[in-house]
C-alpha cells in the first residue's frame, strides 16, 4: 500500500501543497519548525481521523484561515481518493467522492503505523492509551469492531447517566446492563483473540532491536474476570457510590512485562523507549501479516532518540516495506538522517511549508 | 447594516424552531412568505390552524387522527388478538404500506433513552397495559430500531409485558430485501446469521 498523492490546503503551515509520491522511502529533511512532521500528521489523519499528537481540528487549522483540507490518493488493491474538510462549522469526509457514512467502511482505505515520540504514552501513559491502541489495531483489521466499539460507548453512556439518577429505575438499568453485556463480551472476545497474536511479534521486535535479553510479554487483563452478568450485578453496591460503571471492557489493562516485571514500574527509560518502538513494530507486522501488504510507516524522528544498535534493528522491517512495494516516510533534521539506509531513499527538503525534491 | 423589520425577525425565529429548518432556511422561507399574495398566506395559515386542530393522538393506540377512536382501533376486520408496537405514530404508516399487518397498533411515543432524559414513565406503556386487560391480546409484535436504545427498549418490555398466556415477538432483522450479501455490513450479517430459519 502506498499513498500516491497529497493535497493540503491551509493545513497547518501549508497554505497549498500538491505532491506525488512514489512508493520506497522516502526522508524528509529540514530545520526544525518547518513542517516534516505536518507531512505526517496529514497522512496519519486520513487513515484514522484523528492526530496523532493529540489534537482537535481547530488547531491544524493554518493561521488566520477558516479550515482546513486535506486529501490524497491512496494505492493498495484499488485506488482510493480521500478528502476530507474541516471547519468549525462543518465536516466533510468522502471516499471515492462518495461521503461517507459508516466509519468502519472508511478505514481500511488507508492503513499507517507511526512511530514517534508520544509512543511513550503506551508504556508510562494510563491503560487507556494502551486500549486505544488495541482498539485502532482491530478496528484496522476487523471493520465490524468499530461498530461494535461504537454500540459500547453508546450503552456505556445510557447505563452511567441512569445510574446519575437520583433513583435509577432497575429495570431500565437491566435493560441497558444487558447491551452493555452483550456489546462487551463481544469486544473482550475480540480482544482475547488479537493478544496472544500480537505478543510473540512484539518479543521478536523486542529482542532485535535491544540490547538485552529480556523477554517482553504482553498480557489481556480484562476487568472482566469471568461472567460479566454475575460481576456487573456484584458491583452494584460500589456503582451506587461512584455512580458509574465500574467493570467492562472500558476498563481493561493490557500489561506489558519484561521478564515476568511490569515494564511501566521497574524498566528503564532506554527499555520503555525500546518496548513502544517494539509495539509500533508488532502492529506493522500485525497489519502485513492479515492484510498481506505492508501499512505506511510513518517515522517521526524516532531514529534520532536511538543509538545505531538499536536504529540497526530497525532497518529490516523498513527495507521488507521497501521490497514489497510499501511506503516509508521519514522526518529528520541533516544532522541525524541515517546514513546507513542507503541509497534508495527518496530525499525531500521542507522549507517553510513547501517540499522540494533533492 | 440595516436590520430586518421585526415581524420578519420574529416569523424567522418562529420558523426556524421547525424540524429540519435551520437559520438560512427560515429566512428564506420567512422572505418568500412576507413578498407574497396576503390571500395565500392566509389560506397556509388556516390551512395550519385547521390541520392542528382537526388532528389529535387516538386515546387508545396513540397514532395520529381525525377521530378517536382512529379508524384502524375501530376497524373490525382487523385481528384485535394482535398488536404492534411502534416507537412514533410515523412508523404505523411505514408498516401499514407493507400491506401485510392485519392487526391493531400502539405507539410508545419514544424510547427509553436516559441521555435524553426519557424515562419509562415517559412512554405509553401503562397504556398498553391497560389495553392487555380489557383487549383480547395473544400476541404483541415489538416493532423498535436495532439501535441501543431500541435494543434496550425492547428488552425492557418484553419483561415488563411478561403475562401467562400472552406472547412477546420481535420483528426480525437482517438482509434488506432484494439486494446482494456484498451490499450488507458485518453486524447486520451476524444478526442475519443468529436469526436464521430452516428452509420450508
Keep these: 500500500m502506498h499513498l500516491a498523492h497529497l493535497r493540503l490546503r491551509d493545513f497547518r503551515n501549508y497554505p497549498r501543497l500538491d505532491v506525488d509520491f512514489a512508493p520506497g522511502f522516502h526522508v524528509l529533511l529540514g530545520d526544525n519548525a518547518q513542517g516534516k512532521t505536518n507531512i505526517l500528521e496529514a497522512i496519519y489523519l486520513m487513515a484514522t481521523l484523528r492526530s496523532f499528537r493529540g489534537v482537535g481540528g481547530s488547531q491544524m487549522v493554518r493561521h488566520g484561515q477558516k479550515g482546513y483540507f486535506v486529501g490524497g490518493k491512496a494505492v493498495g488493491q484499488g485506488e482510493h481518493e480521500i478528502k476530507m474538510y474541516w471547519s468549525t462549522a462543518e465536516r466533510k469526509l468522502s471516499l471515492d467522492n462518495q461521503p461517507v457514512r459508516k466509519l468502519g467502511d472508511y478505514f481500511g482505505a488507508l492503513r499507517v503505523v507511526i512511530f514517534c515520540t508520544e509512543d511513550l504514552q503506551l508504556v508510562k501513559g494510563p491503560s487507556r492509551a494502551r486500549r486505544r491502541f488495541i482498539d485502532l489495531l482491530l478496528s484496522q483489521t476487523y471493520p465490524s469492531y468499530l461498530p461494535l466499539l461504537q454500540r459500547y460507548a453508546q450503552a456505556l453512556r445510557s447505563r452511567n447517566a441512569l445510574l446519575k439518577q437520583r433513583t435509577p429505575d432497575d429495570a431500565a438499568l437491566e435493560s441497558f446492563s444487558n447491551e452493555l453485556v452483550k456489546l462487551g463480551n463481544e469486544i473482550i472476545r475480540m480482544r482475547v483473540e488479537l493478544i496472544p497474536k500480537l505478543s510473540p511479534l512484539a518479543r521478536l521486535a523486542y529482542r532485535r532491536i535491544s540490547n538485552d535479553a529480556e523477554e517482553l510479554r504482553l498480557e489481556y487483563q480484562p476487568s472482566v474476570k469471568k461472567d460479566f452478568v454475575v460481576e456487573l450485578a456484584q458491583s452494584r453496591r460500589r456503582e451506587q457510590t461512584y455512580r458509574s460503571t465500574l467493570i467492562g471492557p472500558h476498563r481493561d489493562e493490557i500489561l506489558l512485562q519484561l521478564n515476568d516485571r511490569s515494564a511501566a514500574q521497574f524498566g528503564s527509560e532506554g527499555q520503555k523507549r525500546t518496548l513502544a518502538i517494539a509495539l509500533k513494530m508488532a502492529q506493522a507486522e500485525y497489519l502485513t501479516g492479515i492484510h498481506g501488504s505492508a501499512p505506511i510507516l510513518l517515522i517521526d524522528d524516532v531514529m534520532g532518540e536511538l543509538d545505531v544498535k538499536r536504529r540497526s534493528g530497525l532497518l529490516p522491517l523498513l527495507e521488507r516495506a521497501h521490497h514489497t512495494r510499501g511506503q516509508v516516510f521519514m522526518t529528520c533534521t541533516e544532522e541525524n538522517w541515517p546514513r546507513e539506509l542507503g541509497r534508495d531513499l527518496q530525499r525531500w527538503e521542507v522549507k517553510a511549508g513547501a517540499l522540494k525534491k533533492l | ?200
Design chain 2, 1 to 200: 447594516m440595516a436590520s430586518l423589520p421585526q415581524p420578519i425577525a420574529d416569523l424567522i425565529g418562529t420558523l426556524s424552531r421547525l424540524p429540519g429548518i435551520g437559520p438560512r432556511s427560515a429566512e428564506r422561507l420567512a422572505l418568500h412568505l412576507v413578498q407574497s399574495d396576503a390571500s395565500e398566506v392566509k389560506q397556509l395559515a388556516e390551512t395550519l390552524v385547521n390541520a392542528r386542530e382537526r388532528v389529535q393522538t387516538c386515546s387508545i393506540c396513540g397514532s395520529l387522527t381525525e377521530q378517536s377512536p382512529c379508524t384502524m382501533c375501530s376497524d373490525p376486520r382487523r385481528d384485535a388478538a394482535l398488536i404492534c408496537l411502534v416507537e412514533r405514530p410515523t412508523d404505523i404508516i411505514s408498516i401499514e404500506k407493507s400491506g401485510t399487518f392485519r392487526g391493531k397498533y400502539h405507539v410508545l411515543g419514544g424510547k427509553i433513552s436516559p441521555l435524553n432524559g426519557v424515562d419509562p414513565e415517559d412512554l405509553r406503556i401503562g397504556e398498553l397495559e391497560s389495553r392487555l386487560t380489557t383487549e383480547p391480546i395473544k400476541e404483541i409484535v415489538i416493532a423498535l430500531g436495532t439501535d441501543v436504545e431500541g435494543d434496550a427498549t425492547s428488552n425492557y418490555l418484553a419483561k415488563r409485558l411478561a403475562r401467562p398466556g400472552l406472547r412477546i415477538t420481535r420483528i426480525a432483522h437482517g438482509l434488506p430485501a432484494g439486494s446482494g450479501l456484498e451490499f450488507a455490513d458485518e453486524l447486520t450479517l451476524t444478526h442475519a446469521l443468529a436469526g436464521r430459519r430452516e428452509m420450508e
